[in-house]
């Protein structure tokens, strides 16, 4: 296997495991109240709160469709996947010291580890990719 076959295969994974959020973005409100709750017993699921979730989904669900045209063209798209990862892999690393410095062990709930495993999954992920990303060689045509 090479690295560019390497890095269409995860961002294929990432587009098959992201692009079904489109579904939880578009969900009838009570669910997304009933998983809410379920996650996050003392929360009050209000309109603010599902909202943001949806917005999350929405931008997983688009991020999953961005990985499917990368897929096709890894040489094209490399600078693309390259940015786009260490960006998110910035954000996971911020959003996991923000998880753990402002929550008190306590207070760690369900919800709290779902986030961390959504941070530490992608995280995982998004350096692999941006490994062998990196490995790939450049587009010479500039097409």
């Known amino acids: ?52 979730i949806r917005c999350l989904m929405a931008l997983y669900a688009f991020l999953g469709i961005q990985a499917v045209i990368w897929s096709n063209d890894v040489r094209r798209y490399r600078p693309v996947i390259m940015n786009s990862c260490i960006c998110c892999i910035i954000i996971a690393i911020a959003g996991l010291m923000t998880l753990f410095t402002a929550v008190p062990p306590s207070q760690r709930t369900r919800a709290f580890w779902i986030i961390f495993v959504d941070l530490t999954e992608g995280l995982a992920h998004l350096t692999l990719l941006a490994l062998l990303t990196y490995r790939v060689p450049a587009d010479d045509h500039g097409s």
């Open 1 to 52: 296997m090479t690295a560019e076959s390497g890095v269409k295969w995860l961002l294929r994974l990432l587009a098959v495991t992201t692009i079904p959020a489109f579904f939880a973005a578009v969900m009838p409100q009570s669910w997304i109240v009933d998983l809410l709750r379920w996650a996050e017993p003392e929360v009050s699921p209000g309109l603010l709160v599902t909202y943001l």
